[in-house]
């Protein structure tokens, strides 16, 4: 089933539930002034509060411009009321759009699939590259310095969140949330056993290896 990412800067993002729709499953996040907090996998929606509490909204669209994570997210500004002069600021910002709020999940729903069903939907960058390392989401496929590193899914979801994160010390319990592994529980050692693989993969590869442990805390992939 695919997924439809929709985040909200607002606390309405942490209350809503999933919803399914014609085989596509929309999920819902809180998005915050560091953009997602897990892998955006599939079309990205955001909708971006004109007043925020960390920032304005304003900048919080400059900012998902500038994330590669988010780049080709599809932007709605939040406006508290209509203002044509807030409007053209919305959109030189980088919004694709606006409403007026406050937003109702029935609000953010009906947005979402009438502008899909004009085609209107976009989807997340297709290659992401952080030095020596090529990350291609289409084909499932990561390099190193142009050579083949062979993962299981698992480890290449895992090599992509760390590669979006990096010089970032990530808890066992940040990763398997970045990697949306809540559902069952899982148990934060088996974060270790993906490490490992992944350690040896990219060694395999010729790229030695990046992921340092931080005694009692976590992982950190070094960008050299």
Known sequence: ??????????????????????????????????????LVEGPMWAFV??????????????????????????????LEEDDPDDRRRA???????????????T??????????????????????ELGALTIDMAALQARWAGEPITLR???????RFLAENPNRVLTREDLINGLGKREPPIDER???VWIGRLRRAIKAAGGGNPLRT???????????
């Open 190 to 192: 088996t974060v270790d």
């Open 107 to 128: 609000a953010v729903l009906d947005r979402v699939l009438a502008l899909q069903s004009r085609g209107m939907d976009r989807h997340a960058s297709q290659k992401f």
């Open 214 to 224: 931080v005694r009692s805390l976590g992982y950190v992939f070094d960008l050299g």
């Open 49 to 78: 509060d004109w007043v925020m509490d960390e920032l304005a909204g304003l900048e919080m669209c400059r900012r998902l411009r500038a994330d590669p994570r988010t780049a080709e997210a599809h932007v709605t500004m939040v």
């Open 1 to 38: 089933m695919d997924v439809v990412n929709i985040f909200v800067t607002g606390e309405l993002g942490e209350s809503l539930e999933d919803f399914v729709h014609d085989q596509r499953r929309f999920t819902f996040d809180r998005l915050g002034p560091e953009g997602p907090r897990r």
């Open 153 to 159: 899914p698992n480890e290449f979801r895992l090599l």
């Open 91 to 105: 959109l030189r910002a980088g919004a694709d759009d606006y409403v007026i709020g406050p937003l109702t999940r």
